[in-house]
């Protein structure tokens, strides 16, 4: 694997390289919710919608498992980033 | 790992205080630890915590636990060989109420007489410290420069990592489904992988210590409380720069060394649905304290709400020690406190296992003191 991939932006929220996710896989970090503890890797505002399909693949490539049977990361509320000035006036 | 059917000590629970006492063990030269772990490492409390590490206490047991940790805490990375993100921008206590103030200047008292340099601190000096604080109408401050937070989740995996390196092994995706008792003594437990022999078990499961305890027929008063926190989007550093923290005004906010703004209120009542679920109605209220605490976080957006289990106890105080069944150990009931409390709970209760004097003398912390009518009320908790 050439460096220029391994220095790959796959959470651009947080900065986290495909070199890095690899090495944390290979650690046996290997599934979402870990490796987003770890690296804070789809925690940015963004809440892991670019780069989550990406650590799917890439848990699946490392790990031999389907990609289908890779867990998706837990899913938190708020669906999209809101400034805390409009929550606090209740939405009014 | 590979599955082992024996070992010296078993550990239910893979958050701070179960792998920083498999540390502490293979430290002190255990060889056979297993922590066997139900989710993911720190998928628990710890990794839902609030971060905040200080020794602004009421007690004087947990003043004397809170310094501890923060030795620990503060020669950590170089000891475990991997970052914990230590920040120590201070503990800022504020007084909404004279009566408040007055209890804040009685706990700064016991912490003095105990080496905690903790102090009052006028509206101007709170402004240098956090210079976007309006607090109006606050009464007073009291603040700690050595508090601070760290980060749970490097804290917690650093601890692991360290414990490997020593020999430990630890299952993730591993239940605890039972302890095995004879004779008024623990000899193992029984989990969803297979069974584990072991001289000692230790139950570090947090807010489902309870549930743990009665499978070796011990009962602990303890219940685990679900509190909801929230997360903002990276912003300039230098916003909130010390935990902010009020017990009469609800709410501990803190700023990330890379920017997110973490903040948290105690729930009204108190949840025990173990289902940590969150509400919109937290995010507003949590919103309109922020926002009015530091005026600034107004165009700071919210990206994140979760929740996570304090594992409570009646009085607010651990309970750590052997129980009525022999070789079964508490290390649990840390209110809210578990992550800046697991390093010291960890080391201490290992000293005791291999038959050293500990650190800190920590026999009152027996669930026993309850039944006792003994309880330890901590006064500065949320």
Known sequence: ?92 | MEWKNKADVAIIGGGIVGTATAYYLAKLGVKNVVVVEKGTVCSGSTGRCGAGIRAQWGTEMNCRLGVAALDIFEQLDDELGLPTGLNQGGYLLVAYKENEFENLKKGMALQNSLGIKSKTVTLDEAREICPALAADDAVGFTYHARDGHADPFLTTFAYLEAAKRLGVTYHRHTECTGIKVADGKAYGITTDKGDIDADVVINCAGGYAQFIAKMAGVDIPNWGERHEIMITEPTEPGVCPPMLMSFSGNYYIQQRPHGSIICGMSPAGHPQDYENKTSWQFATEMSKVLVKLLPCTKGIRVVRQWSGLYDMTPDGSPIIGETDVKNFYHSTGYSGHGFMLGPIAGKILAQTLVGSKPDIDYSMLDYRRFARGELIMEPNIT
């Open chain 1, 1 to 92: 694997m050439s460096d220029k991939q391994e220095q790959v932006i796959v959470c651009r929220c947080e900065e986290i390289t495909l070199g890095e996710i690899r090495e944390w896989i290979d650690r046996g970090y290997d599934n979402v919710n870990e490796l987003k503890r770890v690296l804070r890797v789809g925690m940015g505002p963004c809440q892991g919608r670019g780069c989550q399909d990406i650590l799917l693949r890439e848990i699946s490539r490392r790990t031999g498992k389907p990609l289908d049977q890779v867990e998706p990361g837990t899913v938190r509320p708020a669906v999209k980033p809101i400034k805390a000035g409009l929550l606090a006036s209740g939405g009014e």
